[in-house]
Antibody, heavy 122, light 106 residues
């Protein structure tokens, strides 16, 4: 049974930094592409960033490019999101989600974590 | 960047059929997937590919696509199907979620 657990969220001032973690268990992490997805309070889902199973290809949404950095450690089964220059509009629940590399073509996330809350406020 | 547009809200009588649509320029080239989200919970995948369901998803959920529109149909809606539904697809090279549809089961 796959399990994804996010951590690292919290309250941070505008302009500050935060690092999110997603610990994955119950599957072969190195076979899974991963993404970070966020949801602002009362709003819809927003895709944030994507990384292939090997880490060789990375994409960012326009809203975070240049401020956020996604990475992974396949030996530790960990996905990261380094968030710098945070803004009030980055306030959201951040979910990690993933799918098997053989199903990349289907543009989907079979496995999701429960999310971690990031609040950016002075 | 392109958008995936969904109707904000739909309602369906218990046991009846409802179809949610998702419109976007890229849907003619890329598969869409669909997610159900209930209040306070993480989204779950309900449909992907042409019309595939993960294990545990009831067969009353089905998907289809035509041109730039992807659709999710719930045939014989149950009270537990109430929630928000989002489509997701490629906005090459990036990705994008739909605007979301709130489904109410009456």
């Amino acid at each position: 049974q796959a399990h994804l657990a996010e951590s690292g969220g919290g309250l941070v001032k505008p302009g500050g930094s935060l690092r999110l973690y997603c610990e994955v268990s119950g599957l072969i992490f190195s076979d899974y592409y991963m993404s970070w997805i966020r949801q602002a309070p009362g709003k819809g889902l927003e895709w944030v960033s994507y990384i292939t199973n090997s880490g060789s290809v990375i994409y960012y949404a326009d809203s975070v490019r240049g401020r956020f950095s996604i990475s992974r450690d396949n030996a530790k089964n960990l996905l990261y999101l380094q968030m710098d220059s945070l803004k009030a509009e980055d306030t959201a629940i951040y979910y990690c989600a993933g799918g098997h590399r053989s199903e990349t073509y289907y543009n989907h996330f079979r496995h999701w974590g429960q999310g971690t809350l990031v609040a950016v406020s002075s | 960047s392109s958008e995936l547009t969904q109707d904000p809200a739909v309602s369906v009588a218990l046991g009846q059929t409802v179809t949610i649509t998702c419109q976007g320029d890229g849907l003619g080239d890329y598969y869409a997937s669909w997610y159900q989200q209930k209040p306070g919970q993480a989204p779950i995948l309900v449909i992907y590919g042409q019309n595939s369901r993960p294990s545990g998803i009831p067969d009353r959920f089905s998907g289809s696509s035509s041109g730039n529109t992807a659709s999710l149909t719930i045939t014989g809606a149950q009270a537990e199907d109430e929630g928000d539904y989002y489509c997701f697809s490629r906005d090459y090279p990036l990705y994008v979620f739909g605007t979301g549809t709130k489904v109410t089961v009456l």
